[in-house]
């Protein structure tokens, strides 16, 4: 009576410990897809690495072409300082300033702006 009443035992027990390995690999599947899914789309994941990159890339452009108007404008003071033709020139054009005896005539519609 006591060996059939192990043997049953021993039945269920296995049944249970294929339950619980069901459970424990159901278990560590999930884990291992939520773990690859924060992988790839959490706040630290490679699509947001993508981004990141993409952002850094934009900004070095931006970098590039400010640095290029910042030697354009520098030449300019430059040229300013050391240029009397060039002085003469920039004062003319942005503050439409004239010479003595000199008439300046402004058409409506050429040019854009008119300025006063």
């Given at each position: 009576m006591?060996?059939?009443?192990?043997?049953?035992?021993?039945?269920?027990s296995?049944k249970?410990?294929?339950?619980?390995?069901?459970?424990?690999?159901?278990f560590?599947?999930?884990?291992?897809?939520?773990?690859?899914?924060?992988?790839v789309?959490?706040?630290?994941?490679?699509?947001?690495?993508?981004k990141?990159?993409?952002?850094?890339?934009?900004?070095?452009?931006?970098?590039?072409?400010?640095?290029?108007?910042?030697?354009?404008?520098?030449?300019?003071?430059?040229?300013?300082?050391?240029?009397?033709?060039?002085?003469?020139?920039?004062?003319?054009?942005?503050?439409?300033?004239?010479?003595?005896?000199?008439?300046?005539?402004?058409?409506?519609?050429?040019?854009?702006?008119?300025?006063?």
């Open positions: 006591r060996t059939s009443y192990t043997g049953k035992n021993r039945r269920i296995k249970r410990e294929y339950s619980k390995r069901q459970y424990v690999n159901v560590l599947g999930i884990t291992i897809i939520l773990l690859a899914i924060w992988t789309a959490g706040p630290y994941g490679f699509w947001k690495l993508h990141m990159k993409q952002y850094r890339q934009e900004l070095y452009t931006v970098i590039i072409a400010a640095s290029k108007e910042n030697t354009l404008i520098r030449n300019q003071i430059k040229a300013f300082h050391s240029n009397r033709k060039f002085q003469e020139e920039m004062v003319r054009k942005k503050l439409g300033w004239i010479r003595r005896n000199e008439l300046l005539y402004r058409f409506i519609g050429q040019g854009g702006s008119t300025q006063r």
